[in-house]
């Protein structure tokens, strides 16, 4: 049987997933948004709202007991193409040792129109 154990978040949005979820030594996390702060007010721009995703999935990893070194794949939506370069400035700050993990990028349609990045990923912890 796969032990597995939800990981609450504070201010997680209201929305039939778990924000995270331990399985095992693996932690999924749920897709992370930075289109607004824990207040409710709208971050603008492409890098605030990368900073403010990888600020949540810091959180979200720690809640679990990891860390972003903890990482071994991220998947990034973007609203628009344009926005790879600002964004991956961002992303790769919070990796100083140069230790990314895989990753991928896609651009797609987001939920809200105000979003112009989402984060998800999957951490390995034993």
Do not use: W
């Amino acid at each position: 049987m796969l032990n597995r154990e939800v990981v609450n978040v504070p201010n997680a949005p209201n929305l039939p997933l778990s924000p995270a979820m331990k399985a095992g030594s693996y932690i999924f996390v749920s897709g992370r948004s930075g289109h607004k702060d824990d207040e409710g007010r709208e971050i603008k721009g492409i890098k605030a709202q990368t900073r403010q995703c990888m600020e949540r999935m810091k959180q979200a990893l720690e809640m679990a007991g990891s860390s972003v070194n903890d990482m071994v794949k991220a998947t990034i939506f973007l609203a628009t193409a344009e926005d790879f370069a600002q964004m991956n400035e961002v992303y790769q700050s919070y990796f100083p040792d140069k230790d990314y993990p895989a990753r991928s990028a896609v651009v797609v349609g987001l939920l809200n129109p105000a979003m112009h990045v989402e984060i998800e990923c999957i951490a390995y912890k034993p």
